[in-house]
């Protein structure tokens, strides 16, 4: 790699500034709307089956070909992010899923939904890749968890939003003004976000060093505000990698890592929370009641969130993975023990620690963890490997999830998540390398 420009260490010791909170706000609005439009489903769902629009063997569909969706839109948007570039991927994908959006409002019946929602989906798996590794590529080292996690917070937060909106519109008028809100709130950003700049790591990885100049300069004049920067530390150099080496040590342990903890969140969120309206009506809960239910758990992802970003930075990524992990299967043992879901109180204290503990994971893994482990040059396709087989595990689960429940009820599918859980715990203690404090450029090198 050419360290003409040296644009990561020039990243790295900026000043938090203007252009930060600019890049995190611009890279987060689009992710608040990924987050919705993911989390969209269960109310949607939960609505359809009840008015009869669709059957239960359907909303499986349409949650499988969802999944089915995001796992091409990861694959193939790695490739894209990293030949075309970050900027380019993330205005792409932020276009599909919002026209996608708008279309499935105005579904005639449940099998046009479910084709809107597979297009919805390849937008959100690229969305998903892109976001968080653009901003890791901007944001400083010793503050980077941080940045990450709330961009992870950002995202969840279109859980508890869902949630509200669903308990507020969904009873009166209906799913249909769920989906037309999440259009056209994701073609405004679109336009927004035209405003994004190219990533110098990725321009200077690819040899394009004028342009990442140009860019770098104007980041640096921006940062500066008028006053002094700080000196430039140029690292020591690194060899350039190419996509054959994440088949070899000690990037293939990096990529094992990085699929099995994102298939083991995914399979957690997409397996158990999006479930939750739908585990109620189960229960005998009016509609009303279960997004009622789902609000109130919904507020534990954004403490799960909030404590994430402090603790990525506070002890570092690992631990704060395997403690997580650990109050996971704690918890869920005894949300699976007592039956939760017939006791209110259980849902609600019991339940909100589980739920806490399964959103500091989705803040460091989605949004800290996985994209650190990988160097610059194949960042996305590395990214987007972990994603598609993260994702590539839903396709499957909510037919799992819908055969544990049949013959085991809700303990079934808590039991399958905490033996996801125990592995995670194995494969970051083993092989997991701790990115906290250290520059991109440093983690690429680092031993496990």
Same mark, same amino acid.
């Given at each position: ?114 084709? %809107? ?268 490997? %972990? ?62």
């Amino acid at each position: 790699m050419s360290h003409a420009v040296n644009a990561g260490a020039r990243l790295d010791r900026l000043p938090i500034s203007s252009f930060h909170y600019r890049i995190f706000w611009l890279v987060g609005a689009g992710m608040f709307f990924d987050g919705y439009d993911l989390y969209i489903a269960g109310g949607v769902l939960a609505s359809a089956v009840q008015s009869k629009f669709s059957t239960v063997p359907q909303n499986l569909q349409f949650i499988s070909l969802t999944f089915v969706g995001m796992t091409l839109g990861a694959l193939i948007t790695g490739f894209v992010g990293d030949k075309m570039g970050r900027r380019f991927t993330y205005q792409i994908n932020l276009l599909i899923f919002g026209l996608a959006s708008l279309a499935a409002a105005f579904s005639q019946d449940m099998n046009q939904l479910i084709v %809107c929602r597979f297009v919805q989906g390849l937008g959100l798996g690229a969305e998903i890749v892109v976001g968080y590794s653009t901003l890791t590529e901007f944001v400083p080292p010793k503050s980077r968890g941080r940045w990450l996690s709330m961009l992870a917070f950002l995202t969840v937060c279109g859980f508890p939003v869902t949630a509200l909106l669903g308990y507020l519109i969904i009873p009166a008028w209906g799913w249909r003004p769920m989906f037309v809100i999440a259009g056209v709130g994701s073609l405004i950003i679109w336009y927004l976000r035209k405003n994004l700049p190219e990533s110098p790591r990725w321009l200077e990885s690819q040899g394009r060093t004028a342009e990442a100049e140009s860019v770098m300069q104007a980041i640096e004049k921006e940062s500066a505000a008028g006053g002094t920067l700080p000196p430039v530390v140029v690292p020591a150099p690194v060899a350039q990698v190419t996509a054959a080496d994440m088949l070899k040590p000690p990037l293939l342990q990096r990529l094992i890592v990085g699929c099995w903890v994102l298939i083991t969140i995914n399979t957690l969120i997409f397996g158990f929370v999006i479930f939750l309206p739908q585990f109620f009506l189960r229960q005998g809960l009016t509609i009303a009641n279960s997004l009622a239910y789902t609000l109130v758990l919904s507020a534990a992802s954004l403490v799960g969130c909030a404590l994430g970003a402090y603790l990525s930075d506070a002890i570092g990524r690992r631990w704060s993975i395997i403690g997580a992990s650990v109050v996971t299967i704690a918890s869920g043992y005894i949300y699976a023990r007592f039956n939760a879901a017939s006791d209110p109180a259980i849902v609600l204290s019991i339940g909100f620690v589980l739920i806490l503990a399964i959103y500091v994971q989705t803040a460091i893994l989605f949004g800290v963890y996985t994209p650190e482990l990988f160097p610059t040059e194949i960042r996305l396709r590395a990214n987007g490997i %972990c994603n598609t087989l993260g994702r590539g595990a839903t396709v499957v689960s909510p037919f799992i999830v819908g055969a544990l429940m049949a013959s085991y009820q809700l303990p079934g599918v808590v039991w399958l998540m905490i033996g996801l859980v125990v592995v995670q715990i194995v494969v970051v203690w083993a092989w997991g390398v701790e990115p906290r404090n250290r520059g991109l450029e440093e983690v690429a090198t680092a031993q496990a």
